[in-house]
């Protein structure tokens, strides 16, 4: 199964009014994708809630709207991000507690109204992320997560990711075209349409044939990723400033890249090999994102789902002046 990326969708949650059409307009994206009208309504009332939530305990906050590609159809991702002095979870979660003032169902019953719920908080703000299935999809909740976000909102974006899945193995592809804006994109999307034709080719090869795709283009900044569940190994791979580390729950290393232009010039390219990741996180970021931070830094945060670290990655080292993409993949034998 091949997984392309697209720019997470974000609401501003400053006042009242914002709550309706947060609710209008995820309810709106579950129909679009198939979403029958119970599983549409829940969608929209747990996007009531999380808005309702920033306004009580942050006065201000954003909530992130994603489309998740399933083997079978799609789901919805919400996450309600906030920079906050804390709130006190565990009331927030006791059934009959109301965020919102007003008829507000509580995080405890958003958590049963979700397929996926996870939160994190401390004095830098929260995260809570929910994700949503339709009712007759069975299929296990893959533990990846991705931010992207374009330069003040443009429609074209010069990052791209790109995940195939294959049983135990995973290939991931993150470029960073040069620049931003049309041209930008329009070189990263031509290094990932011919990803995605063969994406567990040897690296070198998937390399070398992207390279021959962007040339022309602007070109831009490459990684490429292999795990293999069964070897419980990574393969590492990158031309230029895409950001990579593996993280443990005690230690962390970065994924050196060489220098050099995809599409345009590089040296050399060398394959990395890693042993024994498996239970370890994979991170791949663009340089739209800051390189200095420890995810260390947050107490427990390296055990939270994927899409949580994302976001708060996206949250607290946003440059603001490119685009910028953030990936993280639970490394995992038998998902």
């Known amino acids: 199964m091949n997984i392309g990326g697209s720019v997470t969708q974000v609401l501003p949650i400053e006042d009242i009014s914002q709550i309706g059409h947060a609710r209008r307009t995820a309810q709106k994206l579950a129909e679009q994708h198939g979403f029958d009208a119970t599983d549409a309504g829940r969608v929209a009332l747990v996007a009531t809630e999380l808005a309702s939530n920033i306004l009580k305990h942050a006065t ?6 994603r489309v998740l590609p399933r083997p079978s159809g799609f789901g919805i991702e919400m996450l309600a991000v906030d920079r906050a002095k804390g709130f006190d979870l565990q009331a927030c979660l006791t059934d ?9 169902i509580g995080l405890g019953a958003v958590a049963r109204q979700t397929e996926v719920f996870d939160v994190y908080a401390d004095s830098r703000g929260a995260v809570l992320l929910t994700r949503l299935y339709p009712r007759n999809d069975k299929a296990a909740d893959r533990r990846i997560g991705v931010s992207q976000h374009s330069l003040r909102d443009d429609p074209a974006c010069g990052d791209v990711w790109h995940l195939a899945f294959d049983g135990p193995r995973i290939s991931a592809l993150v470029i960073d075209g040069l620049g931003h804006g ?23 090869l998937l390399l070398e044939d992207i390279h021959q795709a962007m040339t022309g283009t ?13 070897r419980d190994a990574l ?53 739209g994102l800051q390189s200095r ?11 939270r789902h994927p899409a949580v670290i994302a976001a708060i990655l996206h949250r607290d080292f946003c440059r603001g002046r490119d685009d910028v993409t953030v990936l993280v993949i639970a490394l995992e034998a038998h998902p």
């Open 60 to 65: 201000r906050g954003e909530l992130h709207l």
């Open 293 to 303: 931070w420890n995810l260390h830094d947050y107490p427990g945060l390296v055990h």
């Open 218 to 230: 602007r070109g831009g900044a490459l990684a490429i990723a292999q795990f293999d569940g069964d």
């Open 182 to 204: 049309e041209e930008a994109e329009r070189a990263a999307r031509a290094g990932e349409k011919t990803f995605a034709l063969s994406p567990f080719d040897s690296p070198l």
């Open 235 to 287: 393969r590492f791979v990158g031309i230029g400033n895409i950001g990579a580390c593996l993280i443990a729950a005690d230690k962390s290393r970065g994924l050196a890249s060489h220098p050099g232009i995809v599409g345009g010039q590089y040296r050399k390219a060398q394959p990395f090999d890693y042993a024994q990741v498996n239970g370890q996180l994979l991170i791949m970021y663009s340089d």
């Open 96 to 104: 009959g507690f109301s965020t919102g003032g007003t008829q507000g």
